[in-house]
């Protein structure tokens, strides 16, 4: 820890955020800040970091015996190879296996075209739409302060 | 005396424990022994489990906040009616949990980082609390935490824990710790800083 | 904030009453964390992912909640009650509401 740190003093727009996040600030300056996190990524991603570490903190209870031992299996390298292994060989089988009945079903000559592109159609949607609501996840993670709570 | 830090027979909420406590001292200073027992009843759930996230140990906090009440009673004829109650109680609180950690060998003190209040060079005095979990990767949210909220100094756990565990708005902790709105939000905000340095990647996404 | 389930706060008297402040949240886990839970429908023992998912749920509730009745003006929520109902399979569902008031 470098001992001459000096911590620079907040700035008014940190403070405001810190406010915001505490539910500190009147209903007008409330509304003002309301309409500012809307508009600048900057500023509401300040407020919710303040959410994250204000729910992280409030939420931090005691330690229960069986957390000990939760934790150490974790860190266990057996384990975490174990699970590693466990999720690759199903991801992968189970992706392998879509993959080959769309194929089967794709060469399948007794059944006509149609049938087929709409397969193809229904499961190309669902993907795009997988890879929509994934996007939306991800860029809403940020600003979701309730991912760290443990019970 | 309940059991459990947390019961509170006699605990005032937030907007009316200043003024009644400054009160009741006023009446303890006058010679009234039933008054010292409704404030003993009224401050020490809050201050146990204040003490308790300065000292880290239970049965610690309530020894010494017992001693701070003993203290209080001992100066009671020093004590100034104009003055409020909680400020200095929080100070000798303070100070008795100070000293029982340099007793300990739990201190280790560093430089003055700049702040903007004027406070003593006791309030970067850091406590070395022993923890069983020492901060490893795979360990749960909370002991992370408590382990982060271990290693800061006491003036920022105090604050953090009047704020995040007693709930008090900033108005309730100005009054609590004698100190104007804008270093309660100045130390917040500084106390925080350093509990989101310690947390690192954990308040990541 | 104070926030407590009684319908009184000890020590202090209820101002202005606001009416009814409530917040809600439905979240889910990701798939990976639903197929560990269903296997420990094979072993037992708690399943950690559905408690923490409980959790962020309820305090997402409950921070609603709080931001409701802050928006009316109140600065205290009495009468507190939590209630969960059934919408989705492997989603915790949290309702939580009170009475917003203001006090003295």
Known sequence: MNENKINPEPTEDELLAMAYADGELEPEARREAAKRIAEEDAFALRVAHYQRLDVTTRTAISHEPQDTARAELSREPLQRATISLGWMSATVGFIAFYAWVFYEILQNEEMSGAPKVFLLCAAGGLFLLFLSVLRGRLRELPYDPYTDIER | ?205 | MIVTTSDNVHGREIQESFGICRGSAIRARHMGKDILAGLKNIVGGEMHEYSKLLAETREQALDRMMEDARSKGADAVVAVRYASTSISQGAAEFLAYGTAVKLS
């Open chain 2, 1 to 205: 005396m309940a059991d459990s830090l947390n019961e509170a027979p006699g605990e005032a909420y937030g907007g009316e424990m200043p003024a009644l406590t400054t009160q009741l001292m006023g009446q303890v200073k006058a010679g009234d022994e039933g008054a010292f027992d409704q404030l003993v009843s009224t401050v020490t759930p809050r201050g146990n489990r204040v003490a308790h996230t300065l000292v880290g140990s239970r049965e610690d906090a309530r020894d010494l906040v017992q001693e701070s009440l003993t203290k209080i009673y001992a100066a009671r004829e020093s004590y100034r009616q104009e003055a409020p109650f909680l400020p200095w109680f929080h100070r000798i609180l303070r100070n008795t949990c100070v000293s029982f950690l340099r007793k300990k060998g739990r201190v280790r003190t560093r430089s003055l980082s700049s702040t903007v209040d004027n406070d003593g060079a006791d309030w970067e005095i850091e406590a070395k609390a022993p923890t069983p979990v020492e901060q490893a990767e795979s360990v749960d949210t909370s002991t992370r935490v408590r382990a982060a909220l271990d290693t800061l100094p006491l003036k920022h756990r105090e604050i953090l824990s009047l704020r995040h565990f007693e709930e008090l708005s900033y108005s309730e902790i100005s009054l609590h710790l004698g100190i104007p709105e804008g270093t309660v939000m100045s130390r917040l905000y500084h106390a925080r800083q350093r509990l989101s340095e310690r947390l690192g990647d954990l308040l990541e996404p």
